[in-house]
Structure formats: structure tokens, C-alpha cells
């Protein structure tokens, strides 16, 4: 099996990576005003444009009809660039769309004339839930400015809540100041699509750990082109034998992870018996890339790492985000010691 991307989906992450380093860079957020901001509605149609939504989804609804690794590699770029977490949440709810066969609500999320947010659900039980009247509970938001629906999933099933049935929403402080965190209690009569499908489980986990690897592949690439610049004793901090041996360590942790993403997309899209052993395993080694990776970048910018001039500690902090939504509807290790 080839893991390698053939030309046409080079060329695609080629377009990605260059669209989000000119228009949505880690470096904006060295602008404050941009912290915990929504995307414009310009953007967002920017992201609709270049098919981000529907590059999975079938032609006869608008999608790119391509498959669920080039969605993997598009969360790849999106984590080197800490993109919000809604696009991995509009991305998921027009899979679960499709899913339920709601095609129309699929398109208007892939047009662009929906969002979705992602959330926790405190002590929200869909699985438990045989009506949409049923499901309530507090939830925890990310980014749910301008977002019409809420994307919650508990680890067996997936839904999609109105944005309207939310009440006494409250902002909280987030560790990732670059997201707006918002509390709210969900109300009756809000769930719009309902699924049980494992299936839908396992997308959300592999776009998450997407979104970790490219956090792993940021920091490293961040960390080298410091050691080339810094020096010290007028030499490159990166000539130095400690330096240089753990760059070379990030540049093997974030290439595994990235060979095990690719894998368990594969495994996911041809249904191998192994598909959820595959997945359970890059949620594992993303989560460990991704922290391993960012706290290595920032040991080797050294004190400045920490400070707001630098965009070190910000792998670090969206890392935690991303970790606290896996580990609360994802359990790794039960599944990958029930599938060995």
C-alpha cells in the first residue's frame, strides 16, 4: 500500500498550504483583536470556494467526490496554521448530514450558508436519547460565534443542535486564548439530525488527529528554521549535537504520525477489519507528536518561547483543546486492546 500522496493531491495540499499561510496564518494571532474572533463571512466563502466542505462528498451534492484521505491531509494543513476548530465541525456535520441522507442541510453547510461549532457535552447522553426532545444537558462551545448549529458527539452516536436552542450562553476563559469558549445549557426540541452511526465517531477522531499532526509538523519545522537562526558562541544553536539530535527526533515523531494518519484514513475508507484499531492508534500517537513536538519547539526557542512575541506556546495550548474534546468521546487505549 501507497502511502504517499499521488500528483493531484500534492498539487491540492500544494493550494491549501499556500492559501492559509497568506490568509489564515498562526500569525495573526499576534493581533489581539483577532483572538477568539469568528471567520468573516468573505473567508468562510473563500474555504467553500476551494471545495474544503465537500471534498469527500459525492458530485450529485456538490462535493469534490474524492475520498477521506484528502480530507485528512486538508486537517493536516489546518492544524499547521491552528485553523478553528469550526472547520472541522461544519466538515463533520456534512458528513453526518449525508449520513441521515439530509442532503439539503448538507448543502448549505458546504455552501457556506451554515456553520457548525464543535462542542462537549457535560452530561449530555445522545445515545441514551430516542427523541430530539430528550437531549439536554450543559455543553461546552469553541468558537461559536456566527455558528447556526452545534456538532456534539459522546463516543457512540453524533448530532447536530440548533444554535437557537441554546440558552444562558456564557463566555469562559479557554487555555487557548485564540478560541472563544462559550457555556450553555441545551434546551428540548433542538436536535435537528440524530446518528448512531460508529462510523461518524471515527471521522471526527481522525479529523482531530489531523489537526495534531499538523500541530507536530508546525513545531518542527518552526523549531529548525529557529536553530538555523539563532546563534550562540557564534554558531547556529542547531550545529549543537543536543539541538540538533532532537530536531531530528521531531522530524521522525511527526512523519510517523503522519504515515499512521494516512493509514488509518485508508483503513477507515476501504472498512479493513483493523479500521478501528487503526484509528484508536493515531489518536494515540497524534496526541503524543503533537504535545512531544510543541513542548521540544519551545525548549528550543529557549525563554522566548513563552512570550506572546512568538508563536511557540500557542502549539502547545490548542494541543490541550484538542486533547480535553478527544478524550471526551474517544477512549484510545479500551479500543485498541479490544481490537489486538
Known amino acids: 500500500m501507497n502511502l504517499l500522496p499521488n500528483s493531484e493531491q500534492s498539487e491540492i495540499v500544494s493550494v491549501i498550504r499556500e492559501f492559509l499561510a497568506n490568509e489564515i496564518s498562526v500569525r495573526r494571532y499576534q493581533d489581539e483583536e483577532l483572538l477568539g474572533r469568528s471567520y468573516s463571512a468573505s473567508l468562510w466563502q473563500q474555504l467553500v470556494g476551494m471545495g474544503w466542505f465537500g471534498i469527500s462528498q459525492s458530485e450529485s451534492i456538490g462535493g469534490s467526490?474524492?475520498?477521506?484521505?484528502?480530507?485528512?491531509?486538508?486537517?493536516?494543513e489546518a492544524g499547521r496554521q491552528l485553523v478553528s476548530p469550526t472547520v472541522i465541525a461544519t466538515t463533520a456535520a456534512v458528513h453526518l448530514c449525508?449520513?441521515?441522507?439530509?442532503?439539503?442541510?448538507?448543502?448549505q453547510l458546504m455552501t457556506g450558508q451554515k456553520r457548525a461549532a464543535l462542542a462537549l457535552a457535560e452530561s449530555l447522553n445522545i445515545e441514551a436519547?430516542?427523541?430530539a426532545n430528550n437531549l439536554n444537558g450543559e455543553i461546552k462551545i469553541f468558537d461559536g460565534e456566527n455558528a447556526d448549529f452545534i456538532f456534539v458527539c459522546d463516543g457512540h452516536s453524533s448530532c447536530l443542535i440548533k444554535a437557537s436552542a441554546l440558552t444562558d450562553r456564557q463566555s469562559a476563559?479557554?487555555?487557548?486564548?485564540?478560541?472563544?469558549?462559550?457555556?450553555?445549557?441545551?434546551?428540548?426540541?433542538s436536535c435537528e439530525v440524530l446518528s448512531k452511526e460508529s462510523s461518524l465517531v471515527n471521522i471526527l477522531a481522525l479529523l482531530l488527529a489531523g489537526n495534531l499532526v499538523g500541530i507536530a509538523e508546525a513545531a518542527r519545522d518552526q523549531a529548525a528554521s529557529y536553530a538555523i537562526e539563532r546563534e550562540q558562541f557564534g554558531k547556529?544553536?542547531?550545529?549543537?549535537?543536543?539541538i540538533n539530535h532532537m530536531c531530528a527526533d521531531m522530524a521522525?515523531?511527526?512523519e510517523a504520525a503522519w504515515a499512521q494518519l494516512a493509514y488509518a484514513a485508508l483503513a477507515v475508507t476501504e472498512k479493513m477489519d483493523c479500521a478501528e484499531l487503526q484509528v484508536a492508534s493515531v489518536v494515540l500517537l497524534a496526541k503524543k507528536a503533537a504535545i512531544d513536538n510543541a513542548r521540544d519547539n519551545v525548549q528550543i526557542h529557549g525563554g522566548v518561547g513563552f512570550t506572546v512575541e512568538y508563536d511557540a506556546h500557542l502549539f502547545v495550548k490548542r494541543y490541550h483543546v484538542y486533547k480535553e474534546i478527544l478524550d471526551a468521546f474517544y477512549e484510545c487505549q479500551p479500543r485498541i486492546l479490544s481490537e489486538s
Open 65 to 76: 467526490a474524492l475520498g477521506l484521505v484528502d480530507e485528512v491531509m486538508l486537517a493536516r
Open 173 to 189: 476563559a479557554c487555555i487557548d486564548e485564540s478560541i472563544a469558549l462559550e457555556l450553555a445549557t441545551l434546551s428540548a426540541t
Open 129 to 131: 436519547s430516542t427523541e
Open 252 to 254: 521522525v515523531t511527526a
Open 236 to 242: 547556529a544553536i542547531g550545529s549543537f549535537q543536543s
Open 98 to 107: 449525508t449520513a441521515m441522507g439530509n442532503e439539503p442541510l448538507a448543502q
